[in-house]
Nanobody, 121 residues
Framework: QVQLVESGGGLVQPGGSLRLSCAAS????????MGWYRQAPGKQRELVAT???????NYADSVKGRFTISRENAKNTVALQMNSMKPADAAVYYC???????????????WGQGTQVTVSS
């Protein structure tokens, strides 16, 4: 099995910063993509940022210039540094990964359990 465990959520004031971390463990051969999605109440889950194993980055337009994703491939971890946060950033943030569990095997999507981020004064 595979587990994605997030940490670092909480309450932050508008304009403040927060850092999320996620660690993947279990039966993993490679992690092709790792990153973050978020879901606010009444809204669909949306991409925040992802990074491929080759270092290609993808950010939502709404977070470009404010959020930074960073992976450590050797440790199967990913972090999201969130700066200049806005009330619109409040959501449950989910760690996401596309994982290959064996050499030549299929890839599968995995999700963490989610961590709440609240932006309020």
């Amino acid at each position: 099995q595979v587990q994605l465990v997030e940490s670092g959520g909480g309450l932050v004031q508008p304009g403040g910063s927060l850092r999320l971390s996620c660690a993947a463990s279990g039966s993993i051969f490679t992690i092709e993509v790792m990153g973050w999605y978020r879901q606010a109440p009444g809204k669909q889950r949306e991409l925040v940022a992802t990074e491929t194993s080759g270092g290609n980055l993808n950010y939502a337009d709404s977070v470009k210039g404010r959020f930074t994703i960073s992976r450590e491939n050797a440790k199967n971890t990913v972090a999201l540094q969130m700066n200049s946060m806005k009330p619109a950033d409040a959501a449950v943030y989910y760690c996401y990964a596309i994982i290959r569990r064996t050499l030549g095997g299929h890839t599968y999507q995995w999700w963490g359990q989610g961590t709440q981020v609240t932006v309020s004064s």
